[in-house]
């Protein structure tokens, strides 16, 4: 019996070697180094290894970050990321000391709204005639709307749109930061603004152990956070409370804190799959009447009017002459049939559109005296929030262990460089998607303007090597603990 038993083990270890160990190590020490090497992005990882030698792969990335090397990286990584923080720093730091903008609006609150599922593409156009989004259109009037901004979240979703604005870092190539590393220290925007004297509070009416935010946002620094026991349920909408009384009732909640504040909402009517009751449908959708797009364009429309409601509120409240106002949205819509955007959009959409469409969220921001307003086409993503409202509080952010920039200057930045979860990125000229299968020839150079593949891909190279080391200095500090190394004297 025992001969038997050790004749199933030596078996079951032979097969899991050949099944796991030998084509991943293969891969690993010849064609796909650099993939490994740089272990940005599973889905890459996927298609190079197949379901068991993904699974394989992360068991031993589990067990070397975790055991085999006792949580202390290598020197050298911790000097190459110190030094990826220390360029953004500096760059800020050159901001604050040449902006004019710097700190012009020091002392005024800040209310930030995170949009669920909210993309750029609906704003601004109509469907028989009827604009998706009138309310969130007036508001651009008078206020900074920035057109070439995106979503940089991954497997995290909402609690990496979380993270990336709040705390200006990347998302996990898997899992949630929220969940796993919960207990680790971050420069939130919450806790460097109570360094400045504010308070700080969150907003959400559902269950607070959803993406352990009862933990994360204690870590984050949030005076209170208001989940769904804070709040009367007087209008029952999709996943919990509608975004109309959810907004009323949280700026009845502002209104009561001391001031200067910082408060940071997240909405939650536009969450997938986006069926709202009928009483609540406003919006004729025509063709797309029955369909999970036509729901999704009744769900922004309303929350586009409960946008509009909440700037009513605060103006009542009198609030929004206090306040730097901002909004973003958090992901895509995880509808993945293009055909309904293209009918919508009214053109076909070649890769380069498609890749825009999917990453491109909505950024606003309205400012106390209603100065700069206008559209501004420099791209941005989420991780350049928190430092925005830095600046213009006139709070220096050069010392943080963040990798955003200002994106609210006298200026705009010209080049910036928006980096994605796979690797990707965008800088205005260029787009850069990597390849999947890890063989660099297979990666894809877009010119930006026009969409179309450059024959050159080497215009690309620069930036995509400065994204793996966005990327992977975002991943040490994040994994490592390592947030307080990485702070500097600014």
């Given at each position: 019996?025992?001969?038997?038993?050790?004749?199933?083990?030596?078996?079951?270890l032979?097969l899991?070697?050949?099944?796991v160990?030998?084509?991943?190590?293969k891969?690993?020490t010849t064609?796909?180094a650099?993939?490994?090497?740089g272990?940005?992005?599973n889905?890459?990882l996927?298609?190079?290894?197949?379901v068991?030698?993904?699974?394989?792969?992360?068991?031993?990335?589990y067990?070397?970050?975790?055991w085999?090397?006792g949580?202390?990286?290598?020197?050298?990584?911790?000097?190459?990321a110190?030094?990826?923080?220390?360029?953004?720093?500096?760059?800020?730091?050159q901001?604050?000391?040449?902006?004019?903008?710097?700190?012009?609006?020091?002392?005024?609150?800040?209310?930030?709204?995170?949009?669920?599922?909210?993309?750029?593409?609906?704003?601004g156009q109509?469907?028989?005639?009827?604009?998706?989004t009138?309310?969130?259109?007036?508001?651009?009037?008078d206020?900074?709307?920035?057109?070439?901004?995106?979503h940089?979240?991954?497997?995290?979703?909402?609690?990496?749109?979380?993270?990336?604005?709040?705390?200006s870092?990347?998302?996990?190539?898997?899992?949630?930061v929220?969940?796993?590393?919960?207990?680790?220290?971050?420069?939130?925007?919450?806790l460097?603004?109570?360094?400045?004297?504010y308070?700080?509070?969150?907003?959400?009416?559902?269950?607070?152990?959803?993406?352990?935010?009862?933990?994360?946002?204690?870590?984050?620094?949030?005076?209170?956070?208001?989940?769904?026991?804070?709040?009367?349920?007087?209008?029952?909408?999709?996943?919990?409370?509608?975004?109309?009384?959810?907004?009323?009732?949280?700026?009845?909640?502002?209104?009561?804190?001391?001031?200067?504040?910082?408060?940071?909402?997240i909405?939650?009517s536009?969450?997938?799959?986006?069926?709202?009751?009928a009483?609540?449908?406003t919006?004729?959708v025509?063709?797309?009447?029955?369909?999970?797009?036509?729901?999704?364009l009744?769900?922004?429309?309303?929350?586009?009017?409960?946008?509009?409601?909440?700037?009513?509120?605060?103006?009542?409240?009198?609030?929004w002459?206090?306040?730097?106002?901002?909004?973003?949205g958090?992901?895509?819509?995880?509808?993945?049939?293009?055909?309904?955007f293209?009918t919508?959009?009214?053109?076909?959409?070649?890769?380069a559109?498609?890749?825009?469409?999917?990453?491109?969220?909505?950024?606003?921001?309205?400012?106390?005296?209603?100065a700069?307003?206008?559209?501004?086409?420099?791209?941005?993503?989420q991780l350049?929030v928190?430092?925005?409202a830095?600046?213009?509080?006139?709070?220096?952010?050069?010392?943080?262990?963040?990798?955003?920039?200002?994106?609210?200057?006298?200026q705009?930045?010209?080049?910036?460089?928006?980096?994605?979860?796979?690797?990707?990125?965008?800088?205005?000229?260029?787009?850069?998607v990597?390849?999947e299968?890890?063989?660099?020839?297979?990666?894809?150079?877009y010119?930006?303007?026009?969409?179309?593949?450059?024959?050159?891909a080497?215009?690309?190279?620069p930036?995509?090597q400065?994204?793996?080391?966005?990327?992977?200095?975002?991943?040490?500090?994040v994994?490592?603990?390592?947030?307080?190394?990485?702070?500097?004297?600014?």
């Open positions: 019996m025992v001969i038997r038993e050790l004749d199933c083990t030596a078996a079951v032979e899991g070697f050949a099944l160990y030998a084509p991943v190590h891969a690993r064609w796909a650099d993939l490994f090497t272990n940005w992005w889905l890459s996927y298609n190079v290894t197949g068991l030698g993904f699974h394989g792969y992360d068991l031993y990335r067990a070397d970050e975790h085999m090397r949580g202390t990286p290598a020197p050298a990584e911790v000097a190459e110190k030094e990826v923080f220390r360029e953004r720093g500096d760059a800020r730091d901001l604050d000391a040449t902006d004019p903008l710097f700190g012009r609006y020091k002392g005024s609150n800040v209310i930030l709204v995170q949009l669920e599922a909210f993309q750029s593409f609906v704003v109509r469907i028989g005639g009827q604009p998706v009138p309310n969130i259109d007036k508001l651009k009037a206020s900074l709307y920035f057109d070439n901004f995106y940089q979240t991954a497997q995290g979703r909402t609690s990496d749109a979380d993270l990336a604005a709040n705390a870092l990347q998302p996990l190539p898997s899992g949630s929220f969940t796993r590393f919960a207990q680790h220290a971050y420069d939130s925007l919450a460097t603004l109570k360094d400045g004297g308070a700080a509070n969150a907003f959400h009416a559902y269950d607070g152990g959803f993406w352990n935010r009862n933990m994360m946002y204690d870590t984050l620094g949030y005076d209170e956070f208001y989940s769904k026991n804070a709040y009367a349920i007087d209008e029952p909408l999709g996943w919990s409370l509608g975004d109309k009384s959810f907004f009323k009732q949280s700026v009845r909640l502002m209104a009561a804190q001391p001031q200067p504040f910082y408060s940071f909402l909405s939650l536009s969450h997938h799959p986006y069926a709202l009751p009483s609540v449908q919006l004729d025509g063709a797309f009447k029955g369909t999970m797009f036509g729901d999704y009744e769900a922004v429309h309303y929350v586009d009017a409960a946008i509009g409601q909440l700037v009513g509120e605060l103006k009542a409240a009198g609030l002459e206090r306040s730097i106002f901002m909004f973003y958090d992901h895509d819509n995880s509808i993945d049939d293009w055909q309904p293209e919508f959009l009214g053109h076909r959409l070649n890769d559109e498609r890749f825009r469409v999917l990453k491109g969220v909505p950024f606003l921001v309205h400012l106390p005296d209603g700069r307003a206008g559209t501004y086409r420099q791209a941005g993503g350049d928190a430092p925005t830095l600046h213009l509080l006139g709070i220096p952010s050069g010392g943080k262990a963040m990798l955003g920039t200002p994106l609210v200057t006298a705009p930045l010209a080049g910036k460089e928006v980096v994605f979860r796979s690797g990707a990125f965008i800088d205005g000229k260029v787009l850069y990597p390849p299968d890890g063989l660099p020839e297979h990666s894809r150079c010119d930006f303007a026009s969409g179309g593949l450059l024959p050159d080497s215009r690309c190279s930036g995509a400065d994204a793996v080391r966005e990327l992977q200095a975002s991943d040490l500090a994994t490592r603990d390592l947030v307080p190394a990485m702070r500097r004297e600014p």
